[in-house]
């Protein structure tokens, strides 16, 4: 069992919530065990913004009655704390998009129930005509929660504790690529929207194994098993040669491939465990590149993999490439012989995008600032 006790001396109030038997729950009271959170005021980004609470409710494994994390756990909360708020549950693959798209409350507090891609959506889709601020908390409910995790949030009942405790927002760093026009967004490896030409992300792009991996793992099949889901799309890449063909370039200095993994990162750790950047600290307006070449070796792949589960100790391989990026660097990407769709398949955030198909590409990356058209977006931490 796990338990939590928090007591609210305004309103003399004690309560508890947890897990037991796989189910969440929540009454009144407390008992001697659990810990414990005692508050005497909420948080002004709880009380002196409008909240809203989006659901991406088809992220991770879903939502099953008793391990429902708003509706068992979160609204009863904030009803008995008089938190009020909005509610959006995910209805079709465009409500975070229309969301945000309609956002018109120029100071707002959104708590996400998702992964890592959800957020991503709602950046891209605000409003270019309107303005404000807005702080966002995620409460880890997807696949993959690199944003959580690099606040040291691994579950979505410490979440709960830290948005309550945490009284702090910095700046949400974001980070633009420019993808060549023709570029679509790919679900499942079908076409799907176009890209716009700059698209912000906040975690992680990626090209190469890693972004074949996520790709491929987005079936209905591989996607009820959770973040296992990636071990096995991983399996299934490792049976082909990974040998993604160009060169990267970060001012005058060129890293030649091929490449068999390369991506560009703002988060220490995409998995618990998965300590991808160790110096990464999403708090900080920086990238690292972390990159390696084709091999002829056969595990070359796997070995650097349990290299970066051992605390990251991959950043000490001579073969891996581990580089900060700056705000000022010209940072660039060039792709040859690409034209084959799984050559040319980019993840940004969880999202996966398919380039023109041509023969090469160019990508630009650039580090920027927390601005999203002439919204200010920051993080509760």
Request: aromatic share 8%; hydrophobic share 35%.
């Given at each position: 069992m796990t338990r939590y006790r928090l007591t609210y001396q305004l309103k003399n109030i004690a309560l508890e919530f947890g897990e037991n038997d796989g189910k969440y729950f929540i009454q009144l009271g407390h008992s001697s065990t659990g810990k414990i959170l005692n508050l005497s005021t909420?948080?002004?980004?709880?009380?002196?913004?409008?909240?809203?609470?989006?659901?991406?409710?088809?992220?991770?494994?879903?939502?099953?009655?008793?391990?429902?994390?708003?509706?068992?756990?979160?609204?009863?909360?904030?009803?008995?704390?008089?938190?009020?708020?909005?509610?959006?549950?995910?209805?079709?693959?465009?409500?975070?998009?229309?969301?945000?798209?309609?956002?018109?409350?120029?100071?707002?507090?959104?708590?996400?129930?998702?992964?890592?891609?959800?957020?991503?959506?709602?950046?891209?889709?605000?409003?270019?005509?309107?303005?404000?601020?807005?702080?966002?908390?995620?409460?880890?409910?997807?696949?993959?929660?690199?944003?959580?995790?690099?606040?040291?949030?691994?579950?979505?009942?410490?979440?709960?504790?830290?948005?309550?405790?945490?009284?702090?927002?910095?700046?949400?760093?974001?980070?633009?690529?420019?993808?060549?026009?023709?570029?679509?967004?790919?679900?499942?490896?079908?076409?799907?929207?176009?890209?716009?030409?700059?698209?912000?992300?906040?975690?992680?792009?990626?090209?190469?194994?890693h972004a074949s991996l996520v790709a491929d793992s987005d079936t209905p099949e591989l996607r009820k098993h959770g973040i296992k889901r990636f071990q096995l799309a991983a399996h299934q890449n490792l049976s082909r040669d990974q040998k993604y063909e160009g060169d990267f370039y970060i001012n005058d200095v060129e890293l030649n491939g091929p490449f068999a993994y390369w991506l560009v990162t703002a988060s220490q750790r995409f998995e618990p465990t998965f300590e991808i950047s160790p110096k990464g600290d999403i708090l900080k307006d920086e990238l690292y590149v972390v990159t390696f070449n084709t091999q002829n070796t056969q595990y070359y792949i796997m070995d650097i993999m349990k290299e970066v589960y051992d605390k990251g100790s991959h950043i000490k391989n001579p073969n891996v490439v581990y580089k900060k990026l700056d705000k000022n660097d010209k940072i660039q990407l060039k792709t040859k012989n690409s034209k084959p769709l799984i050559q040319r398949r980019f993840c940004v955030d969880g999202s996966i995008i398919a380039l023109p198909e041509t023969e090469s590409h160019e990508i630009y990356i650039h580090v920027k600032d927390n601005s999203q058209h002439s919204w200010k977006l920051y993080i509760i931490h």
């Open positions: 909420l948080p002004s980004y709880l009380t002196e913004r409008k909240v809203i609470i989006i659901d991406s409710v088809k992220s991770g494994t879903g939502r099953t009655p008793g391990k429902d994390i708003y509706s068992d756990i979160l609204d009863p909360l904030f009803k008995e704390l008089s938190i009020e708020h909005e509610y959006h549950a995910t209805k079709s693959a465009t409500s975070i998009s229309e969301l945000a798209s309609s956002l018109k409350d120029h100071k707002v507090t959104i708590i996400f129930i998702s992964g890592d891609t959800s957020i991503n959506e709602f950046i891209n889709s605000l409003n270019d005509s309107e303005k404000g601020e807005i702080a966002i908390f995620p409460i880890p409910g997807g696949t993959g929660n690199s944003l959580s995790l690099s606040l040291n949030i691994t579950n979505p009942l410490d979440a709960i504790i830290r948005l309550f405790s945490a009284g702090t927002t910095s700046p949400l760093n974001l980070y633009e690529v420019d993808f060549p026009q023709g570029s679509h967004y790919l679900i499942a490896n079908e076409l799907g929207s176009p890209v716009p030409s700059h698209l912000k992300f906040l975690v992680v792009l990626s090209w190469g194994f």
